[in-house]
């Protein structure tokens, strides 16, 4: 043995500053917020706010984009506060995702039955399909980072999970704020593209995660 | 632990000072190393308890907490030496892995015995698992010989026909 037990007691409690209320939260949240700091001057910056955007917002599509993503960022933010935990588990969380999805999946529904079918690819494909998930995915890459730092701290013990979770709430809030910048309208749109860079972002989390979380 | 979420130091040195009792026994009993790495990971989770301490919620047992972080050092432990294995340590590894698979044999032999009658399974632990003759075991269950022939007879019979799934 190198230290003696008492001595590494000693010395540990010499720093003993009292831990604030909801210390998990706020650690996640500080970074979140710099990471969408990062987010947000990256569109701003490099992809430019939508220059119809003061229209699209007087417009539903805008708020059921937000909405969605919204509820998936608020979703996987709790589900992440849960797997920061040492004993937490964070399943019930990730049933809850499901309602957004499958509330978009039926304004699809409902939005396809509204035009003649020879327009569903143009919906579904719009005008950006192709860049689409991989600006999402780049965008998540500050927030992933910022988290990345609120784990530091933090004390996840499945860590896949926990990387996937983290790669979740970075995919969902970057395509929160990747809405300020891309004009598509369609439900199916959202649904298919913002959906596989937000999955793309989870993934990445999950894969990197066992390496870049352990502590 | 309350109290060291507060800032009180002399209450946190309490709440480590008692839980190295546990972590101690909780990785003794759970591992076959020696015991500089069993203080190693002690340590390691005395750290973690301190500096991550503000993970624990107050509204959550402090037990599932705990355990949690000491198994998760443990796993972690177990992946970095994995990964460095040397070849001098394999037959500590390969005695160890013998044992295991002996105990667990001796654990199945047990749940099988305790399903036949008493007197059965007390006359095949004397004569075939501890090796005593049948005259010794006769005299130190107080029935005949023939008696323990026949009882490790059926007694096998039964186990036999039990393990063919009959």
């Not at chain 1, 579904?124 to 500050?142: D, E, H, K, M, N």
């Not at chain 1, 910022?146 to 013990?157: I, Q």
């Not at chain 2, 070849?87 to 044999?105: K, P, Q």
Request: hydrophobic share 50%; net charge positive; proline share 4%.
């Amino acid at each position: 043995m190198t230290v003696n037990t008492d001595q590494l007691i000693e010395a540990l409690v010499r720093d003993t500053p009292p831990v604030p209320r909801r210390a998990v939260g706020r650690r996640l949240v500080a970074g979140i917020a710099a990471g969408a700091l990062g987010t947000f001057l990256l569109v701003a910056l490099w992809l430019g706010f939508n220059p119809d955007l003061a229209t699209a917002i007087r417009h539903y599509s805008f708020w059921m984009k937000w909405g969605y993503t919204l509820s998936l960022g608020a979703c996987a933010v709790a589900a992440t506060a849960r797997l920061a935990r040492p004993d937490g588990d964070a399943a019930g969380w990730l049933w809850v995702m499901a309602l957004p999805v499958l509330a978009l999946a039926a304004i699809g529904v409902f939005e396809m039955s509204h035009v003649p079918s020879a327009q569903w690819l143009a919906m579904w494909l719009g005008q950006s399909w192709s860049i689409c998930s991989a600006r999402v995915f780049l965008l998540s890459l500050p927030i992933f980072g910022g988290l990345l730092w609120s784990f530091r701290s933090l004390a996840p013990t499945r860590l896949r999970a926990a990387g996937a979770t983290a790669g979740l709430t970075a995919g969902a809030w970057a395509a929160t704020l990747y809405c300020l910048h891309c004009p598509e309208v369609s439900a199916i749109f959202v649904l298919t593209w913002y959906t596989l860079g937000i999955g793309m972002a989870a993934s990445v989390g999950a894969f990197v995660g066992p390496r870049l979380l352990r502590w | 632990m309350i109290g060291g979420l507060n800032g009180d130091a002399a209450s946190q040195a309490r709440l480590l000072r008692a839980i190295v009792p546990i972590v101690t026994a909780f990785y003794r009993r759970r591992m076959q190393h020696g015991q500089s790495d069993i203080d190693d990971l002690v340590q390691e989770t005395l750290i973690a308890v301190h500096t991550r301490r503000a993970t624990y919620d107050p509204e959550r047992p402090f037990g599932g907490w705990l355990f949690a972080i000491a198994r998760y050092k443990m796993i972690d432990h177990f992946r970095k030496s994995g990964r460095t294995c040397t070849i001098e340590g394999l037959e500590d590894i390969l005695v160890a892995e013998g044992f295991e698979d002996s105990s667990g044999a001796r654990m199945d032999i047990d749940r099988l015995l305790d399903d036949l009658p008493t007197k059965q399974s007390d006359a095949i632990r004397a004569t075939r698992i501890e090796g005593l003759s049948t005259a010794e075991a006769a005299a130190r269950q107080n029935i005949g010989e023939s008696d323990i022939k026949v009882s490790v007879h059926r007694g096998l019979k039964a186990l036999a026909a039990r393990i063919r799934g009959e």
